[in-house]
């Protein structure tokens, strides 16, 4: 059964909510934006348009979102009341007490992602790192882990890349993972992960560790303006097969997009390299690619725009060998974050996708910066 102190602070929580979130100014924003809707012509402009639906439909999410919090809460304090009189069971109230926790932290969490891009979908892609068939199984064991993640959050999957190990795993793979905040949740996922264990490819049975880099960035749309100098945009073609089964169509042409990137401050170039073997279609890989780009210099712009931030930087760490984010310690049964300190021993259950907890705790400790 619930405390007092534990309404108390439900109550507290969810009044802290509607400060946070402005809610009664997302009222009158929503009002007044959807007065534009009902201008004429309104439709001649189908983007601005489609825009300005997005704008309405966004702020009405705030507004939904608070009020199931602040519905269930009240009917938590009334679920109290009537157990005081014997109406209701001990059991029906602790219920409904986890159904609101559960709703307040779901917000809670929502409100950390208040940047540009982190509504957006987003693009993972998993390097395995140096030690061969070790650190290919590792990869294709991360790949399987994040999958998992985006199915039980509601997230669409697509493989747009896969390169299998020589003997076992993947040497990398790109995934496209659609779904509202993808990105702003995965972004925490961005560096080296490393793993350690008795490795069942090891005839000594000795402990090994192995490494593989995850990358996340935003996956843009029609609405994000993003340049490709067409001059500099040359394309491969090559036949491939896909691994086949339930998440990767078998492919008869693949596509390898070379982009020259310039960086516009340095004026260093290097060659950005995307390969995609999604479609049977010649040109629909091609179009995909091209997105994939888009996603990357969108990116690119994006860290540039993050640069000054210089504790959110130092936070997330360089994307190389030895500056591992995280730690899973199979033997020892614990998988630790070294940004935020947060470990579990569930190591099989964040195997299976429950990587939650690591994302919450990046986002309370990083996210309040990113919005300062």
């Not at 509202?180 to 090994?208: D, I």
């Not at 994000?224 to 998440?247: C, H, K, M, T």
Request: proline share 2%; net charge negative.
């Amino acid at each position: 059964m619930i405390t007092i102190e534990q309404l108390k602070e439900a109550k507290e929580r969810t009044e802290a909510l509607n400060r946070y979130l402005n809610i009664e100014e997302k009222k009158i924003q929503v009002e007044e934006e959807q007065l534009r809707t009902q201008a004429p012509g309104f439709w001649d402009d189908a983007k601005a348009a489609e825009e300005q639906m997005k704008k309405v439909k966004g702020l009405q999410k705030w507004i939904d979102g608070y009020t199931e919090v602040k519905t269930l809460c009240d009917e938590l304090e009334l679920a109290v009341d009537f157990y005081r009189e014997e109406m209701i069971t001990e059991e029906e109230v602790d219920s409904a007490y986890a159904k609101t926790l559960a709703a307040i932290e779901d917000l809670e969490l929502r409100n950390m992602l208040q940047q540009e891009e982190d509504p957006m979908d987003a693009v993972l892609k998993i390097n395995s790192g140096a030690g061969g068939t070790e650190s290919q199984d590792w990869a294709s064991m991360l790949m399987r882990m994040y999958m998992r993640w985006a199915e039980a959050n509601g997230y669409r999957c697509t493989i747009s890349n896969i390169q299998d190990g020589d003997e076992a795993g993947i040497k990398t793979v790109t995934i496209q993972i659609e779904g509202e905040f993808a990105y702003g949740y995965l972004k925490s996922e961005n560096g080296v992960h490393r793993l350690v264990r008795v490795s069942p490819y090891n005839a000594q049975g000795k402990r090994m560790t192995s490494f593989a880099s995850v990358f996340v960035t935003p996956l843009v749309d029609d609405t994000i303006e993003v340049y490709v100098d067409p001059s500099r945009v040359s394309w491969d073609l090559f036949r491939s097969g896909g691994a086949g089964g339930q998440n990767v169509n078998k492919v008869e042409t693949g596509v390898r997009l070379r982009y020259q990137y310039k960086d516009p401050d340095t004026g260093e170039e290097e060659e950005i390299l995307i390969e995609n073997t999604e479609s049977r279609k010649q040109l629909e890989n091609r179009e995909n690619a091209m997105r994939l780009l888009k996603s990357q210099l969108y990116d690119r712009a994006l860290q540039k725009r993050k640069a000054a931030q210089a504790k959110i930087e130092a936070g997330k760490k360089k994307i190389e060998w030895g500056s591992q984010i995280r730690s899973y310690v199979f033997d020892d049964r614990r998988v630790k974050d070294h940004r935020t300190n947060y470990q579990t021993s569930d190591v099989g259950g964040v195997m299976d996708g429950k990587i939650d907890g690591f994302i919450k705790a990046y986002l309370m400790e990083f996210a309040g910066e990113e919005n300062a």
